[in-house]
């Protein structure tokens, strides 16, 4: 909003609730703006807790649902409940969002569509693969009752799903989910918070799903979204206090590739290495996919020698991306410095009263 107001020079275009805002001022002939979009650099993904030694507490019931999240036939459920075209609809009609199975953003140059284990659109096979799981409506509430002979004897499947509310996105995606997973007969509550309650959280291992943005499309340099290179990563599941954490098989295989990638110099094997991963994660539904979103830049038009292909985001954001100092702006257009006087110089060090 800064940028469309004129009170700022430059924005990470990434919230597709905005796209259709920051859009229409742009095409304002008075605009002094101007943006771009690039290839499909984020994904929003939800994320189940599968670690046993963090955050359970010695809680038998907690334990027993990590359990159930860590069985594969669980997690393909969840993704064949979501309809992810419609859920990238709901976001942003058009073609700057699309659904997405999950592991890296399509834009990736690590990204190899043959690979990806597509896990579409599919009710019934989700109430088949719950039922193989033992679950069933007993009471005919609508919801899943757990087996008898389980630590929750019984009781309704209900699971929390925490969002932070400073990801105006990831809460839609949350509300778009819940139903569909009601559906299905998940009684999924949305807890919206703050931030850095999530993190909290999050670090602390006690949550059950979890949906956050992700920004990164070069898995070489942030492993530790993607899997298990160390021992607070991924972050849906970290070891426990001592370090003791039970992989899985597949988790296994990923942590393997990531600790040859490190020291792989040749460029083509490290993507191997890395479609390889992303083979496992989608095959495995490691995080589950909802939707990605096209990343743009809003840029003032005073500025020059700032590229049309430069990403907004790519190993980090914009500004660390290019070195600065090509960046200039004509005589004519620049502005009058502001807060000259707060700027420190030698003088005025000088002149503090700790020198006195």
């Known amino acids: 909003m800064n940028l469309i107001a004129g009170t700022g020079d430059r924005d990470h275009i990434e919230n597709p609730q ?15 703006f101007t943006i ?40 393909q459920a969840v993704a064949h409940a979501l309809d992810r075209d419609a859920i990238a609809d709901l976001a942003f009609p058009g073609d700057l969002t699309r659904a997405w199975e999950g592991g890296y953003p399509t834009g990736s140059s690590y990204y190899d569509e043959t690979v ?33 002979d389980s630590a929750h004897a019984g009781a309704d499947l209900i699971i929390e799903l925490i969002v932070p509310e400073d990801q105006a996105a990831s809460v839609e995606a949350a509300e778009f989910v819940q139903p569909m997973l009601r559906s299905v007969g998940i009684d999924v509550r949305v807890r919206v918070m703050t931030g850095p309650v999530v993190t909290n959280r999050v670090d602390s291992g006690h949550f059950h799903f979890h949906i956050a943005r992700l920004d990164s499309t070069t898995p070489f340099i942030h492993m530790t979204e993607f899997g298990p290179i160390t021992d607070t990563s991924p972050s849906w599941h970290q070891a426990g206090p001592e370090g003791e954490r039970f992989l899985l098989p597949f988790e296994e295989e990923i942590r393997s590739l990531m600790m ?26 490691y995080s589950v996919g909802l939707y990605e979103a096209r990343r743009g830049l809003g840029i003032a038009k005073r500025f020059r020698n700032v590229q049309p292909d430069v990403p907004a985001y790519l190993y980090d954001w914009l500004d660390k991306n290019i070195p600065l100092q090509i960046v ?16 420190p110089t030698a003088e005025s060090y000088r002149n503090r009263s700790w020198q006195e």
């Open 18 to 32: 905005i796209f259709s805002v920051i859009r229409q001022a742009s095409l304002d002939p008075n605009a002094h």
């Open 116 to 148: 990806v284990k597509r896990h579409e659109y599919n009710p019934e096979k989700s109430a088949q693969l719950l039922a193989e799981l033992g679950f069933k409506d007993t009471d005919g509430n609508g919801i899943l009752n757990w087996p008898q």
């Open 36 to 75: 771009q979009f690039g290839p499909f650099g984020i994904g929003y993904r939800l994320m189940m807790n599968l670690s046993l030694n963090k955050g359970v507490d010695g809680d038998e019931k907690e334990l027993e649902l990590r359990h159930l999240f860590r069985d594969l036939r669980f997690r």
């Open 328 to 343: 200039w702006v004509p005589k004519e257009l620049q502005f009058e410095p502001k807060f000259k006087e707060y700027i």
């Open 260 to 285: 040859e990638a490190r020291t792989e110099q040749d460029a083509g094997r490290r993507r191997e290495i890395f479609v390889e991963i992303l083979r496992l994660h989608t095959e495995n539904v």
